[in-house]
Each structure stands twice: as C-alpha cells, then as structure tokens.
C-alpha cells in the first residue's frame, strides 16, 4: 500500500502543491448550496427561495452534527502516518466509513419523525414552508452517502492525498449540477426537485470515494482487515473520544448559523432570503480558507505523530500566511463583485435590495474568520477534540448573548453577532495554542 511520502520538505510550494486541489475542492463543497440557490432564485419566487434556504440550514445542522467524522479521522490518519503506522492509517477509514454509514442509516429512518419537528423549531414563515418540507424530506434520502464520504474525505486529506479527494467532490458536483437543472428546469419539481438532485449527488460521492480507497489499500486488504485490528479497544476508545469532543464542538458551531438562519426568519421572507443569498459568500470564503485549515491538519498531525515540534511550528506559520492572504483577497473580492453575483442569483427586487445594503457586513466575514478557521484546523489535526469542545461552548454562549443584546438592530444586529462570533472562537481556541506547541515532542499526551 502506497500513501505517498510522509514527510515532505515543508516550504511554501510544497504547502500550496498539498493546498490547491483542497481549495478547489471547498470551493465546490458550497457549490452544492449555490447551484441550488441560484436555480430556484431564477425559476422560483421568494417563498421557494426562502424554504430552501431554511431547509438547507436544517440539513446542514443535522448532517453536519456528525462532521467529526470528516475532521476526526483526518487528524488520526495524519498521526498514524507520521508515526509509520500503515496498518492503522487502513483502520481508521474502515472504522470511521462502517459508523458514517450507520449514523447515516439511522438518520434515514428516524426522518419521518425529525423532519416536521425541525420545521416548527426553525419558526419557517408559513409561505415557505410547504417548500422547505420537501427539500428536507429528499435531502435525507442522501443521508448515509453525505456521512460515509465524510470520512473518505477526512481520510485522503490525512494522507495528502488531496487531488483524489477533488476528483470525488467533482463528480459529486457535476452529479448535483446536471441533476437540479434536470429536475427544477426541465420537470418543473422545485424545491423537491433540489433536495432530490443533492441526494443523489451524494450518493456519487460516495461512490467515487469507495473506488479511490479500494485502489489505494487494495478491495481485498479493506474487505479482509482483521476485526482484532479494526475494533481495537485502544483505537475505538480514541476515536469515541475524540468524535465526541469534535461532535460537541461542531454542534455548537451548527447551533450558531442556525440561529443565524433563525434570526432572519424572525424578521420575515425577504430577510431570509437575503442573508441566504449572502451566506452563499460566506460558505465559498470560508470553505475555500478551509483549505488552508486542511492542509494545516495533515501537517500538524504527521508533525504530532513524529514528535517534531519544529515541523509543527513550520506547518502552523506557513498555512497561517496563505490564510491571511485568502482573507484578504476574499474581502476585495465580495466589496468589488458582491452587487453584481446578487443580481445574478435572485431576481426578486425586494431581496436584491435587502442583499445589497447587508454586503459590507458579509466581507468583514473572511477578514474576521480566518484565524479561527485556521486554529480548528491546527487542533484538529493534534486531534485536540476537548480544546476544540470547550471553545465552542464558549463562543456559542457569547454569540447567542451578542444577538440577544443587538436584536433591538433588526437585521444589522444579526450581522453583527455573526462578525462577534468569529471574534469570540478565535481567541478562545488562541488561549489554548501556546499550550499545545509546548506539549508537542514532550512524550506528552498531545
């Protein structure tokens, strides 16, 4: 079995060369959201708009609750790696893919029963809610493909495989492309037509990401892999561990965006679907930054997996450049083209209008967001899941204080939390990284 080499000479180009096909790659993550935004914003009025906008947040609330395993299994993989322990690097995916696939399972069973409870908490305007009932209803049906590619995904970026990993999320996005024009322009579903084409995109997903793991440990070395090696008592107890850490820590994230969602509810249709509409800059900013964050995550994990603290020192200041300089360059980019992509992706003046006047708010977000998706990124790749928990907590806290004190702002207050938000999460996780550096290569539990 071949990874690919475990310690590359980290410099500028070499992180790029492990960056580039991830940025792309998080750039077409909310690709996913926007095909779907900008189809039903040019085929369908403000209601329609506005129940995929809260059925989105449902979804990605509930799917992303168990984002863990993603990140989880990145930084376990990386470490694994490090240390030169391949049999391992191999049980960590089958591990992590058997439980997404479960979890997943789960979730499609229990739908009829989530579904109807997540819309009377979400306060869905009546008009949209017809419309945000049959999104949801389809994206479920997707369930068990979103959370076992999760932790392919998770898994090649552990191993620096990054440019596999781009060649699932494309055939996953062509899939959902091709599919939302077919079923919302062509057969005239709407909403559901949306939800329907998401699913099965994650479906293909899945799919793509099953054939690039077989080739690379081998079908029969995956399908054989000794159940004494694969459920370990000291592995599955670490991998509980930190799930759990990294589950609690990504719901309190998940608790703030929907009541971000929530907030613009509460103020009415148009607002909705304003902040949805802008949130789509947001998503593409912060998914491509994450890049940055991933690679960070493999190359502080091999570096915590082989005890050197100077690698982990390198890999935490060169993705922190390239991070700074996606922010800034993120910012420009919403100020000068903002206006224009609003106009393209909705034709409802009332919408555009609100949109427009909310922009300036929207690209403080890369500015203000960076540092604290970068130090995710550098925890989770140290597998530091309570660190990461307890600064959620924290942020989440402040956040939900911060909305209440600015609701008398309308709808500039409920930017204003959202900026707070980023603010809070990076100095709680900044506290805590001084800590860590001294742990590394202390034969201390990292």
Known sequence: MRYGPVMQPLTRLAVFAQAWPIVIGQALVPLVGIVDVVVIGRASD?????????GSAIINLIFWTFGFLRMGVTGLTAQARGAGDQAEVAAALVRTLLLGLAIGAVLLLLSPAIVPLALRMMSVPPSAEGAARAFVAARFFGAPGALGF????????????TRLALGCQLAMNGVNLA????????FGLGALGVGIGTAIAEWSALAAGLFVAGRLLGWRAMLAMPRAALFARAQMRRLIDVNID???RTLGLLIMF????????RLGTVP????HVLMQFVSVSAYVLDGFAFTAEARVGAAVGAGSRPA???????????SLAGGILFSGLIVMLGSSLIDFVTRDPAVRTQAVALLPYCALVPLLGFPSWLLDGIFIGATRGRVLRNAAIIATSAYLLTDFLCRRLGEDGVWIALLASYVYRAITLGICLPGLVRRVGRSLPV
């Open 46 to 54: 403000a209601a329609a708009l506005a129940g995929v906008a809260i």
């Open 150 to 161: 999760y932790a392919i995904h998770g898994w090649l970026i552990g191993l620096g495989r």
């Open 179 to 186: 599919l939302d024009v077919l079923f919302v322009g062509g």
């Open 246 to 248: 990294i589950m609690i």
């Open 258 to 265: 929907t009541w971000f969602s929530r907030a613009g509810a």
């Open 272 to 275: 909705l679907a304003a902040n």
């Open 312 to 322: 982990f020192l390198r890999a935490m200041r060169l993705t922190g450049e390239f």
